[in-house]
């Protein structure tokens, strides 16, 4: 058994299951009547309202003792002190100075004064793009090209935040397939499009395919010299961006203790603050701080994000849920669900610990969804009497951004309803009920609230993986996959059949290249 298993409060949550796997949450409620005020929690703008849960004080008392068996809180203070806490790449993790305001130190310099200066080069190029007085002239239309977290992350900001959009339109491509490029550029002009390429190392394939065959698509309209003023790129490998032909006041750097997939706050945002205005952008950096804080100083009973962790922890290791579900009740958190399953998959999806211990437990669940009342007519019938437990948070925001949204009562109505029907079931319909689920409420999705809600899930996922003992900030199955692509690739423009590989590969790559 690892450490973890055999600790006192792993063992103390095991026979306390025993008696939760028998409860009934609609007895619970019964039972006491302040259970809504007794498990839930508020910060600012945003409720987590967790009561719905197979859950009791005691519950909660349990899971904080094995978060702070686990250290918890003094993993938390290594990532915000700039501790090397991914040692795989022995590099710091400081997402959260890139929206902080005190100095952080990394191999003993402060980080801020760079986070400043990047700051300060974002809002110049933004008033200049924005305001037409940029050199290259006046920009209708952004196109930014990445894929993973130089995707994700500014996608989802720039959707979510769209009614706030008054500057350029900003069109995202991720994908390899030619299709999906062609699609973004055949509306556009040459002449009036800024193209933005964003990979931290400046070497993913998919970004660069896409980079170069936009970059000769300007050439053909505007001529090659012109065309390097339609282009920036941020990265943390500056001399690839320029040997590829961005120019230096057009490369935005950022650094290595900055993660791919919590590289939304840095520069990688960039194509977002375009959209909604570098003031909006810093007001999304100041929610995330304000998270940022409740979640360094909160006390675990009280702390929203390790709350969240811990009913992960709690389903997870002992129900036995593997899947759990993303339903955000508003169109405009459409990409949420996308970028959760990199955040949380990307991050939990290991089998082994920081120490290289394999694991006797299971880490991360699988994370999906899709928008609410969409997915209430194409999923929701599995939630609800499915023969295995799924969990789910739902997500919404009590005002509509829109001035007179007629809509929002109905989409709202649905929100309590489906928590509600979660939890009671029909018995008499084959609806067990007991369904747990975690409702979050938005004031309103405005920039601040949205860094909350992004900051709040970062920080979930930091503290599974610190009870769970693994290293949250990289990937290696990522890399594994990007390796043997590389070998792949000159198989298929060969000559002769594929025999480097197993033989179904091989079989594979010989159909696709007798019939292409």
Known sequence: ??????????QAL????????????????????????NFSLQLGDLLLDYSKNLLTAETVKLLA???????VGGQAQRMFDGGKINISENRAVLHTALRGDQPVSVDGADVMPQVRASLKRMRDFCDGVRGGTIDGGRFSDIISIGIGGSHLGPALVTQALAPYADGPRVHFVSEVDGAALQRALEPLKPATTLVIV?????????????????????????GNDTAGKHLSA???????????????????????WVGGRYSLWSAVGLPAALAIGMDRFEDLLHGAHEMDEHFRTAPFE??????????????????????????????????????????????????????????????????WGAPGTGAQHSFFQLLHQGTRVITADFIAACQSQLANDRHHSLLMASFFAQTAALMHGAPDRGFPGNRPSNSILLKKLTPHALGMLLAFYEHKVFVQNAIWGVNAF???????????????LPELDGKGPAGSFDASTNGLIGFYKSNR
């Open 234 to 256: 941020v990265t943390a490998n500056t001399r690839l961006a320029l040997e590829f032909g961005v120019a230096g006041e057009r490369v935005f750097p950022f650094w290595d």
């Open 302 to 367: 009280k702390n929203m994000p390790v709350i969240l962790a811990l009913l992960g922890v709690w389903y997870n290791n002992f129900f036995g849920a593997a899947s759990h579900v993303i339903l955000p009740y508003d169109e405009s958190l459409a990409l949420l669900p996308a970028w959760l399953q990199q955040l949380d998959m990307e991050s939990s999806g290991k089998r082994v610990t920081r120490d290289g211990e394999p694991v006797d437990y299971d880490t991360g669940a699988v994370i």
């Open 65 to 71: 003792s094995l978060a702070r068996e686990r250290d």
């Open 1 to 10: 058994m690892s450490t973890l298993t055999q600790s006192r409060a792993w």
């Open 198 to 222: 964003i990979s931290k190392t400046f070497t993913t394939g998919e970004t660069l395919a896409n980079a170069r065959t936009v970059r000769e698509w300007l050439g053909r309209s505007v």
């Open 474 to 488: 990289d990937q290696p199955g990522v890399e594994l996959g990007k390796q043997l692509a590389s070998r792949i």
């Open 14 to 37: 095991k026979a306390h299951h025993q008696t939760m796997a028998r409860a009934s949450m609609a007895q619970l409620f019964a039972a006491d009547q302040r259970r809504f005020d």
